[in-house]
């Protein structure tokens, strides 16, 4: 495994189980999910099971995607075309959250985080991928 290819697992790694730590909010007591909401700087918790459901679908969504970029690290020379379309769909997917942040007014230090993150994931998956194959 080159150099490259050794990052590109390292960092598909440490997303995946960054995702992965959303699986504690799908079980989560509600209470404490209007508790991380309100220090996070979003106010009150709307009440509703539209809310609840929202909130616990997306954090298992988020698990999912954390044991798929995690389970593609052990092998990113097999799963190179999976690899390249999760980072070309961050890349789509990073101005989209960008816009939806600002125009539902998210706070500043979440929009600050949030696209740019994804942006900056998904490029950095291109680019180690583009590396290990001129190194492979």
């Not at 699986?23 to 996070?40: G, I, K, S």
């Not at 007014?105 to 194959?133: N, S």
Request: include cysteine.
């Amino acid at each position: 495994m080159s150099k490259a290819e050794r990052a590109l697992a390292l960092l598909l790694r440490l997303v995946g189980a960054v995702c992965l730590l959303a699986t504690f909010a799908v079980f989560m007591p509600l209470r404490w999910m209007a508790a991380v909401h309100d220090w996070l700087g979003l106010g009150q918790l709307p009440e509703g099971r539209i809310v609840e459901y929202l909130a616990r679908s997306l954090s298992a969504f988020y698990a999912l995607m954390g044991g798929l970029l995690v389970f593609v690290s052990f092998d990113v020379r097999r799963h190179a075309g999976v690899i390249t379309y999760l980072a070309v769909a961050s890349l789509v997917f990073a101005p989209m959250i960008l816009v939806v942040d600002l125009s539902i007014g998210m706070p500043l230090h979440w929009t600050l985080q949030e696209g740019p993150f994804v942006l900056l994931m998904g490029t950095a998956i291109l680019l180690l991928q583009w590396r290990a194959r001129v190194q492979g």
